[in-house]
């Protein structure tokens, strides 16, 4: 048994309101960077579905850059520490790690020879540093400036200059190397977020909370003059991009706006209207090649089209925050993917392409915990917002009325043949039927954690926490108690029938998996070891012999119902964080989705 990763789809930048968010971008112009928790996400800038995720950071990995010459990237996370990696190798090997100050890193620049880096952010006793790469020895100090930096660049010509924006208001200007400090420039009322040199070095521009850009010399750090006059945006401009050729330079701003300025002439030539809600706030911009990206508080990031300036030539979506849910389907011959996430959204992908969407209208409001789909093809889902929702997967749009409220939070739903559906609650067990409640059971006198119909449509199974399930049988609108319970190892955290209905297996807290034989009277036939923690989702293969376990462990594991021993490992299936959700799109595909926010596709042979 082998199994090959297939395909990344990746998450989406991590952004906080009022934080401008830094993307990179490779000096061949064919990658953009950005990070999200203590991953690293490499995307291609012409194709996106194709991606690559770094995850050796201990810590949340706030900004990444290239290197000019495009062989390594450094990036910096919340502890201050710096990590110099391979881009060219699969493994991404560490070349050098350097802890410049204790504290959050905002921003990271290289001199254009790829020897030089300098580092800003939060320290405790400096906010920024300028170190040699291959020794991390200072060569310069970062001073004039006594609030949190929030921005640095360097001149990418010689004589070298770097600049710097802080919290203080202020922008700094330096000399080098070695980097000495030379004046405060004091032009804007408000947080400076972002300093940028023009390629060709002749100019370089801050942008600050005050909605006002200035231009400089680059050489002398002179003021030039201001874009736009008293103000180039309604709201705070949170990034700033230079064009490859100098001339021109892209604005993103709190006001919802991205601008393209002509440098020249000091004025506007498009304006980008990103939307009218406050997820349509841009936080972030990169102008690579013929490629302008912004990225939105919403996380998405806008592919902006110079020649419809009110619409994106593609919005890139996803999800910024971890991933609790996933399921599969399969419709006209395409197989989707549908991931469900921790602020109650809900994501479309295509299986082959990586091409994303999602729902229209207003769904959850609260993490998405389970979700399934029913024989009339709709993604059945129940949330923290106490609800369960049917969403017609071809209509692709929230429906407020097949929308269930539960009297206490569901954790679980399953679904069987001829309209039924069960949500497991904290204390209660609820039977559906055609999207509305038939039957609630409450005073269990046990605390019900998972559920499955029998696909034949007769017996309903429910696991508690002390590690029995429980049989019941439907009949017409009602359950009725079978008086028979079967005994797991642990506390029930999953449990799944096989396609055919012949076999049921449960996982337990105790990292074991145990299937029963249907037919047998739920007898046991094998007993499964190998997590080394808390099992935590369950799926089983078309052929009905396979089924696969995710865990808290970040393992997944592909076993053979047959024989216990036979059986593959996949260690670190999503790195530094556990497995939340398993599919199989067919008998050599499965999906496996984590708390990363990213979805994988593996190839499994037998």
């Not at 998405?300 to 925050?321: E, F």
């Not at 395409?334 to 990586?354: C, K, L, V």
């Not at 923290?384 to 209509?395: A, E, I």
Request: charged fraction near 20%.
């Amino acid at each position: 048994m082998s199994y090959e990763l297939k395909k990344i789809f990746a998450s989406l930048p991590q952004v906080e309101r009022g934080v401008s968010k830094v993307l990179g971008g490779d000096p061949k112009g064919n990658n953009f960077l950005y990070t999200n928790g203590k991953s690293v996400i490499i995307r291609n800038i012409d194709n996106p579905a194709i991606a690559d995720i770094y995850t050796e950071h201990a810590h949340q990995v706030i900004v990444a850059k290239y290197a000019p010459s495009g062989f390594y990237i450094a990036s910096g996370d919340v502890s201050g520490k710096i990590r110099i990696w391979d881009t060219t190798q699969k493994e991404h090997l560490l070349k050098y790690e350097y802890q410049p100050f204790s504290g959050k890193v905002k921003d990271i620049a290289w001199t254009e020879d790829s020897k030089r880096l300098a580092i800003v952010g939060e320290g405790r006793e400096k906010f920024g540093a300028v170190i040699l790469w291959d020794t991390g020895s200072s060569v310069g100090e970062v001073a004039g400036h006594n609030k949190i930096i929030n921005s640095v660049d360097i001149k990418q010509t010689r004589p070298y200059r770097l600049v710097t924006g802080s919290d203080d208001n202020c922008a700094a200007f330096f000399e080098g190397p070695p980097f000495k400090f030379k004046f405060t420039l004091t032009g804007h009322s408000r947080f400076v977020n972002c300093v940028r040199f023009s390629p060709d070095g002749n100019r370089y521009a801050s942008a600050g909370a005050d909605g006002q850009i200035f231009l400089y010399d680059g050489k002398t750090g002179e003021q030039i003059t201001a874009l736009g006059g008293e103000k180039a945006h309604d709201g705070g401009i949170y990034a700033v991009s230079w064009s490859p050729d100098s001339t021109q330079l892209l604005s993103a701003s709190g006001d919802k706006k991205v601008k393209i300025w002509d440098v020249g002439s000091n004025s506007v030539v498009t304006t980008f209207n990103m939307g009218s809600d406050v997820m349509d706030q841009q936080l972030g911009c990169l102008w690579q090649k013929n490629h302008l990206l912004s990225v939105s508080l919403s996380g998405y990031i806008n592919y902006l089209d110079k020649n419809n300036p009110n619409r994106p030539l593609r919005t890139i979506k996803g999800h910024s925050k971890s991933i609790q849910s996933l399921t599969v389907h399969k419709s006209d011959g395409r197989s989707y993917i549908y991931s469900g996430s921790h602020d109650g959204h809900i994501n479309i992908w295509d299986a082959e392409t990586g091409e994303n969407d999602d729902f229209s209208g207003k769904g959850h409001s609260n993490l998405v915990s389970r979700m399934v789909v029913d024989e009339s093809s709709n993604l059945v889902t129940c949330s923290m917002d106490d609800t369960v929702r049917y969403t017609s997967l071809s209509k692709k749009e929230y429906s407020a009325s097949d929308l269930v409220k539960m009297d206490v939070q569901p954790k679980c739903v399953a679904v069987g043949p001829r309209g039924y559906a069960l949500a497991v609650c904290i204390g209660q067990v609820v039977l559906l039927k055609d999207k509305k409640k038939c039957f609630t059971m409450d005073n269990l006198g046990y605390e019900p954690e998972a559920g499955a119909i029998h696909p034949g449509g007769t017996t309903v199974v429910v696991g508690d926490n002390a590690g029995k399930v429980h049989l019941y049988s439907i009949q017409g609108n009602t359950l009725k108690e079978d008086g028979k319970t079967i005994e797991a190892k642990g506390a029930v955290t999953d449990m799944a029938y096989s396609n055919d209905g012949a076999f049921l297996a449960v996982s337990d807290a105790q990292k074991v998996i145990t299937v029963f034989t249907v037919a047998d009277g739920y007898a046991e036939k094998n007993v499964f070891y190998g997590h080394h923690a808390k099992v935590v989702c369950l799926a089983w293969s078309p052929d009905n012999e396979h089924f696969a376990s995710g865990g808290m462990d970040m393992m997944v594991f592909i076993w053979t119902a047959s024989d216990a021993d036979k059986r593959l490992k996949m260690p670190d299936a999503h790195r530094l964080h556990h497995v939340s959700g398993l599919a199989w799109l067919d008998e050599h595909t499965i999906v496996t989705a984590s708390h990363d926010c990213s979805v994988k596709q593996w190839t499994v042979k037998f």
